[in-house]
């Protein structure tokens, strides 16, 4: 049922969606006045969480509870949640949205974002650490992880954090090459196509994206990011530090035997422009001239997570910067480096991430019982929907399912049949579709009983 696990392109770890950023709470038919319980299941970014923050009204609160399948991509959405709440006092909003999409879009980074970086996984490591009753930041709190899971993060939080080289045996490796580990997975993904790869990333664009209505996705920087992985290239600048976030290991069967390799093992067809780049209220960005976009995703991507930024700042009671606030400081301004105390506040929001094996356990507590108003699953984890959703769903919830439109290794009669099962496994879990909202093939939304 797993659509990501179907395609080889795809990957094995969702590093990124295959959707663009929602507002989960006004998908559906309700308009909440306080508090909202939202439920992420293996959303694999923040893209929604900025998204919904985005719309709040002021006097409304938003509770986020996220369960992954991959402690990896844990640690991925504490490093951007930390990046997205560094005050501008440390980094100037231009910078901070640059750093942003360059670790999550480039399998190699600058090394000025590999320092940020690093301390980054340094402050984060603290906080899984040493918490342990008392989440140190609400948005992000740990404190229901396992033992095991916080053991797990702190573990990749030091690898990101590792010198480059290594000159004794008692230290670890030297990172891998990041070329090698994604040419790996091109080859491998390609086969006997290998060779006429350029013809291949071009079919892929102009004949399944472009076709799907992600015109904006510019033909340069996507075959720029299949060959090498890079989507954004937003400085001048060298891009060659391994970006360590987006490494993890993958079990093989070598001779009987289960072997750890680790490399990329993520999308290398649908891009990271879904997320934040193929759509934006700002209709100058999408403007054409002789058929041809003006701009591209990557300008749409650094547009919307700036303005999420942006969004984030006035939650923290502070007025929105302006343009020229909003410049990175110049040369000769020394910025310090934000700690987890640091951090932006943000009035009435949390995000707390649960164990990797709880959506089973939920219905079984009662704080959870008929506990959620959104309910959201990535396609990657529809085959996880099962009937105990009804028990932690509030009275009309509303539950949206990541559709397969973009996961490019599935054709059209894959991709209905996809939209059929999940159509099929929400009516058994007591929700019905809902038909009266924006007709949307990239999500399916559902509406819940109403007892």
């Known amino acids: 049922m797993s659509a990501g696990r179907a395609a080889e392109g795809a990957g094995c770890v969702t590093w990124w969606g295959f959707s663009p950023a929602r507002d989960l709470i006004n998908m559906g038919p309700h308009r909440y006045e306080r508090d909202v319980n939202v439920l992420l299941v293996g959303s694999g970014d923040l893209r929604h969480i900025l998204k919904t923050v985005a719309g709040l009204q002021d006097q409304q609160s938003l509770h986020v509870w996220v369960v992954e399948n991959s402690m990896e991509v844990v640690a991925r959405q504490l490093l951007f949640l930390y990046l997205a709440l560094v005050p501008q006092e440390s980094m100037g909003i231009n910078e901070k949205t640059e750093v942003f999409l360059e670790v999550f879009g480039n399998s190699e980074i600058r090394s000025q974002t ?24 609400a948005c992000l709190n740990t404190t229901l992880l ?13 690898l990101w954090k590792q010198p480059r080289s290594s000159s004794t045996s008692s230290e670890p490796p030297a990172p891998i090459s990041m070329s090698r580990a994604w040419d790996y997975r091109v080859r491998q993904h390609l086969g006997t196509r290998y060779d006429s790869k350029k013809g291949c ?11 799907k209505g992600c015109g904006v996705i510019n033909k340069q920087q996507y075959a ?17 530090t391994p970006n360590p ?86 040369a000769g301004t020394e910025q310090k480096s934000a700690t987890i ?26 704080k959870y019982s008929h506990y959620f108003n ?57 929700f019905e579709p809902w038909h009266e909202g924006k007709n949307d093939d990239v999500h399916a939304i559902f509406i819940g009983q109403k007892t």
């Open 114 to 137: 590999e320092e940020t970086l690093s301390h980054a996984a340094s402050q984060l490591s603290l906080s899984v650490t040493e918490t342990l009753e008392t989440a140190t930041h």
């Open 146 to 158: 396992k033992f095991k899971e916080r053991d797990e993060l702190a573990r990749i939080f030091k």
């Open 201 to 211: 990333f071009d079919w892929d664009l102009t004949m399944k994206l472009h076709e």
């Open 224 to 240: 720029r990011w299949r060959e090498r992985g890079l989507a954004f290239e937003l400085r001048e600048g060298v891009y060659q």
């Open 245 to 330: 976030t987006l490494l993890s290991s993958r079990v093989f069967n070598q001779r009987g035997d289960k072997v750890g390799v680790r490399g990329y093992w993520g999308d290398i067809v649908s891009s990271p422009y879904l997320s934040f780049g193929i759509e934006t209220d700002d209709k100058s960005l999408l403007k054409t001239q002789n058929g041809q976009h003006i701009k591209t995703s990557q300008d749409v991507s650094f547009a919307n997570v700036q303005g999420l930024f942006q969004s984030l700042s006035s939650r923290r009671g502070c007025p929105t910067a302006s343009h020229s606030e909003a410049e990175e400081p110049s």
């Open 341 to 366: 105390n640091d951090l932006m506040h943000l009035h009435g929001i949390s995000v707390t991430f649960l164990p990797m094996d709880s959506l089973h356990k939920l219905p079984e507590k009662q």
């Open 374 to 430: 959104s309910i959201y699953f990535s396609a990657s984890c529809a085959h996880q929907l099962g009937p105990m959703m009804g028990q932690i769903a509030a009275p009309d919830a509303v539950l949206v399912v990541e559709l397969a439109k973009y996961i490019l290794d599935l054709d059209k009669e894959q991709e209905a049949g996809f939209a059929e099962k999940v159509a099929s496994i929400a009516l058994e879990a007591g």
